[in-house]
C-alpha cells in the first residue's frame, strides 16, 4: 500500500514539474519580441499602459514594484515613446 502511494505521489510530483516546465517554455515563445528590456528599443505609441499596484504594501512600506512602474512611465513619456500614460 505504501509503494502505491510513493508512486502515485512520484508521479503526480513529475507531472507538476512537467506541467511548470511547459508553461514557462510557451509563455516565452509567446512573448519572444513582445517584451523589451531598453526604452531606446521600445517603438513610439500615442498611449502607453501602467499595470495597477498598490502604492504601500500591506505593511505600510513603499511598493517598489509601483515606483518602477512609476518610473518607467515616466521614462517612456520623457523619451518621446509614449505621448499619454494611461
Known amino acids: 500500500m505504501f509503494r502505491k502511494v510513493l508512486f502515485a505521489f ?3 510530483a513529475t507531472l507538476c514539474v512537467a506541467a511548470l516546465i511547459a508553461a514557462r517554455i510557451v509563455i516565452a515563445h509567446a512573448s519572444k519580441g513582445k517584451t523589451y528590456s531598453n526604452v ?3 517603438p513610439h505609441r500615442r498611449v502607453g499602459l501602467i499595470l495597477g499596484c498598490p502604492k504601500r ?3 505600510g512600506w513603499s511598493n517598489p514594484y509601483f515606483e518602477n512602474r512609476i518610473a518607467a ?3 517612456s513619456t520623457t523619451t518621446g515613446r509614449s505621448t499619454i500614460s494611461l
Open 57 to 59: 504594501t500591506f505593511g
Open 73 to 75: 512611465a515616466w521614462n
Open 10 to 12: 512520484c508521479v503526480l
Open 40 to 42: 531606446s528599443l521600445i
